[in-house]
């Protein structure tokens, strides 16, 4: 994606103000070019409001509505969303033509704990616009369309106005689920045509994992091992640890609070709540991946974040043989294959599908340009290393899935993929999603040793809330600084979390 930076003088109350201007296509999202309105804003964009509000982002836009290239006020926004974090509060709006939501277009306003605008986001497309809004083909009618193309599954449409072949159309924005992809398509609404080809928009890894401490290869220190098909010799007695499993229902099954196995074929049953198993046993996959979710889910809150996917997690360990797992937007649920070592044996995989999971709470759909795609994949290698290296005692963090990497890498140790590559924006850029994350993740990984795990880990949560679904690396990059200076670190601190970034060859201006 083509970005351009521009320092611009203080505009009207505000202290600083960095935009973030489109001067070319926006990979992954059939949208015009807008070659002067603001896609991101950073810095100190007003003075304190005091109490936010609707009515007072609202009142922000009305003033910016040059600048982001606004055509009707803020008519034709609907609030979609309004949350508070950590660092303050934040008004979502979709673009809508005539009561139908403009697809990918979406302005944001997030104030700090002062009221004071720091950072917009901006996808308003003043060209959508349709005859009509009245569809022709109706909802049954697309899903009949989409199942005798895919075949059965739980699906879910919506109408939208979408562009494409340089066209605005009305369409049904259709999701489809099965049991180890979710399709994605649009069918025009006037002619039923599917407009391009269905597009499978789950988060993938090449996968593969009482629990084990990370993995079977971080609990004995042996990169050695071996899956040997599931085989319980195959792992010594050692690498087995007995933990508490917080928030059961207690119904006999692993649900609680905030994981849940219920996806599973032949769940594990105990009415006594005790799941002992070892690794010959598909129990043992359902309570790593039980343990590991809410772990995951108790860190994040520890961290003083109470709403970031903050629900019960559902998930599968047996249902996909492939080597293969993956989150899943449309139903919200996990699935972990079972070709190679089976992926929940690893909680680096768990964690790192659970990681999309995370995303798409704080921001849904993330990930539609290849660059977010990328910083989703790299995010997911940093979530998995960042929880796991907590119990690790040090030994491989910067190596991800070292234990599921058994059955198919090469490398010595084996690795899925590492959070230390020298990898560098934007010549490392390959246009392969998990490969150009390691750029980000590498990032992270810096930043984390900089200024340490707990701060890292609380603003990198933080910024997500700050990027559009199609954000770029620049722009998370500034988004990241902005989050840093919103939650009160140091200027020594922020210093280095720019440094890393510019280092990465990130352009940073916040």
Same mark, same amino acid.
């Given at each position: 994606?083509?970005?351009r930076?521009?320092?611009?003088?203080?505009?009207? !109350?505000?202290?600083s103000?960095?935009?973030v201007?489109?001067?070319g296509?926006?990979?992954?999202?059939?949208q015009?070019?807008?070659?002067?309105?603001?896609?991101?804003?950073?810095?100190?964009?007003?003075?304190?409001f005091?109490?936010?509000?609707?009515?007072?982002?609202?009142?922000y836009?009305?003033?910016r509505?040059?600048l982001?290239?606004l055509?009707?006020?803020t008519r034709?926004?609907?609030?979609?969303?309004?949350?508070?974090?950590?660092m303050?509060?934040?008004?979502?709006?979709?673009?809508?033509?005539?009561?139908?939501p403009?697809?990918?277009?979406?302005?944001?306003v997030?104030? +700090?704990?002062?009221?004071?605008?720091?950072a917009?986001? +901006?996808?308003?497309?003043?060209?959508a616009?349709?005859?009509?809004?009245?569809p022709a083909?109706?909802?049954?009618?697309?899903l009949?369309?989409?199942?005798a193309?895919?075949?059965?599954?739980?699906?879910?449409a919506g109408?939208v106005?979408?562009?494409?072949?340089?066209?605005w159309?009305?369409?049904?924005?259709?999701t489809?689920?099965r049991?180890s992809?979710?399709?994605?398509?649009?069918?025009?609404?006037?002619?039923?045509?599917i407009?391009?080809s269905?597009?499978?928009?789950?988060?993938?890894?090449?996968?593969?994992?009482?629990?084990?401490?990370?993995?079977?290869?971080?609990?004995?220190?042996?990169a050695?091992?071996?899956d040997?098909?599931?085989?319980a010799s195959?792992?010594?007695?050692?690498?087995?640890s007995?933990?508490?499993?917080? !928030?059961l229902?207690?119904n006999?099954f692993?649900d609680g609070?905030?994981?849940s196995?219920?996806?599973t074929? @032949?769940r594990?049953?105990?009415?006594?709540?005790?799941?002992?198993?070892?690794?010959?046993?598909?129990?043992?996959s359902e309570?790593?991946?039980?343990?590991?979710?809410?772990?995951a889910?108790?860190?994040?809150?520890?961290?003083?974040?109470?709403?970031?996917?903050?629900?019960q997690?559902?998930?599968?360990v047996?249902?996909s043989?492939?080597?293969?797992?993956?989150?899943?937007?449309?139903?919200?649920?996990?699935?972990?294959?079972?070709?190679?070592?089976?992926?929940?044996?690893?909680?680096?995989?768990?964690l790192?599908?659970y !990681?999309?999971?995370?995303?798409?709470?704080?921001?849904?759909?993330?990930?539609?340009?290849?660059?977010?795609g990328?910083?989703?994949?790299?995010?997911?290698?940093?979530?998995a290393?960042t929880?796991?290296?907590?119990?690790?005692?040090?030994?491989?963090d910067?190596?991800?899935?070292?234990w599921d990497?058994?059955?198919?890498?090469p490398? +010595?140790?084996p690795?899925l993929?590492?959070?230390?590559?020298?990898?560098h924006?934007p010549?490392?850029v390959?246009g392969?999603?998990?490969q150009?994350?390691?750029?980000w993740?590498?990032?992270?990984?810096?930043?984390?040793?900089?200024?340490g795990?707990?701060?890292?880990d @609380?603003?990198?949560?933080?910024?997500?809330?700050?990027?559009p679904?199609?954000?770029?690396?620049n722009?998370a990059a500034n988004a990241l600084?902005?989050?840093?200076?919103?939650?009160?670190?140091?200027?020594?601190?922020v210093?280095s979390?720019?440094?890393?970034?510019?280092?990465?060859g990130?352009?940073?201006?916040?």
């Open positions: 994606m083509s970005r930076l521009l320092t611009l003088a203080a505009v009207a !109350g505000s202290c103000l960095v935009a201007l489109a001067a296509p926006v990979q992954g999202r059939s015009p070019t807008r070659p002067t309105a603001a896609r991101a804003l950073f810095g100190h964009l007003s003075l304190p005091g109490r936010t509000s609707e009515s007072v982002a609202r009142r836009l009305a003033s509505v040059g982001l290239g055509r009707h006020g034709d926004l609907a609030l979609s969303r309004e949350f508070r974090s950590p303050g509060s934040h008004y979502l709006f979709h673009q809508r033509f005539r009561g139908v403009v697809y990918g277009a979406e302005t944001a997030h104030f +700090n704990r002062s009221g004071q605008v720091v917009v986001t +901006n996808d308003y497309v003043p060209t616009r349709i005859d009509s809004v009245r083909v109706a909802r049954a009618s697309a009949r369309r989409l199942r193309r895919l075949g059965s599954g739980r699906a879910h109408l106005v979408y562009r494409f072949g340089g066209v159309h009305l369409a049904w924005h259709v489809l689920a049991t992809h979710t399709w994605e398509t649009f069918i025009e609404a006037r002619s039923g045509a407009l391009g269905p597009k499978d928009i789950n988060r993938y890894v090449n996968g593969t994992g009482r629990v084990f401490r990370d993995n079977a290869v971080v609990a004995t220190g042996n050695g091992l071996r040997q098909n599931d085989a195959a792992v010594p007695n050692t690498a087995y007995t933990v508490t499993l917080q !928030g229902a207690g006999g692993l609070t905030f994981a196995s219920a996806r074929k @032949k594990a049953k105990n009415a006594g709540n005790s799941f002992v198993f070892d690794r010959s046993n598909d129990g043992f309570t790593m991946g039980y343990y590991y979710i809410d772990y889910q108790r860190y994040i809150q520890s961290l003083g974040f109470t709403n970031v996917d903050n629900r997690q559902a998930f599968t047996n249902r043989k492939q080597d293969n797992s993956f989150y899943s937007p449309s139903t919200k649920d996990i699935t972990y294959g079972t070709g190679g070592v089976d992926d929940a044996e690893d909680a680096e995989v768990i790192h599908e !990681g999309h999971s995370i995303q798409d709470d704080q921001r849904p759909g993330f990930g539609s340009g290849l660059e977010a990328a910083m989703g994949e790299g995010f997911g290698d940093y979530w290393g929880v796991t290296a907590q119990l690790s005692g040090g030994f491989q910067e190596c991800i899935a070292d990497a058994t059955s198919y890498s490398d +010595n140790p690795c993929r590492r959070l230390d590559t020298a990898k924006y010549e490392s390959v392969e999603v998990h150009d994350g390691e750029i993740s590498g990032a992270l990984w810096q930043i984390r040793g900089a200024i795990p707990t701060k890292a @609380k603003v990198i949560l933080q910024h997500h809330f700050l990027l679904a199609n954000a770029s690396f722009t600084v902005t989050a840093a200076v919103n939650l009160g670190y140091t200027n020594a601190e210093d979390i720019r440094s890393i970034l510019q280092a990465r990130f352009i940073v201006t916040a």
